[in-house]
């Protein structure tokens, strides 16, 4: 249900533990294509409104077209073939949310360039705990 590829960065880590606890919380509570009403999560559950505010400034949360989703929701959860074809909702059809790679195996961007995609394992970014590969050599 959870990608080592998202909850595994330095980025996920360094967040709080009330905002790390409430981004488990929202994909628990979130619909089958990421759509999760998070407020309602963050003040129902007891979490602080900062909490919510840490999973947007992060870019775990998005909202578009009077909706929030998880913006990981498809790299956390491997869907058949045949959900993904019922993908319909009307931010994509407007143009408005897309895919960062693959159709329904990666991030949601908005289309607008306001969430821009970030470093994953596979275009090089790391896991939390990963040596530097920059670091030289002694």
Known sequence: MF???VVQ????ISMSDQAQLLYYKCCCDAGSLGQVVARRVCVGDGH???????????????????????RHMWVNNSYN??????WNVSAYRNGLLGFEGEYC???????????????TIENGGKK???????EEDD
């Open 3 to 5: 990608s080592a590829d």
């Open 48 to 70: 602080p409104l900062e909490a919510l505010d840490e999973l947007y400034e992060n870019g775990y949360l998005i909202d578009v077209d009077g909706m929030t989703f998880i």
């Open 128 to 134: 939390a705990g990963d040596a530097d590969d920059d």
């Open 9 to 12: 960065t330095d980025k996920f």
């Open 81 to 86: 073939k045949r959900i993904c074809k019922l």
């Open 105 to 119: 195996r990666s991030p949601y961007v908005l289309l607008d360039g306001s969430v821009k995609p970030e470093p």
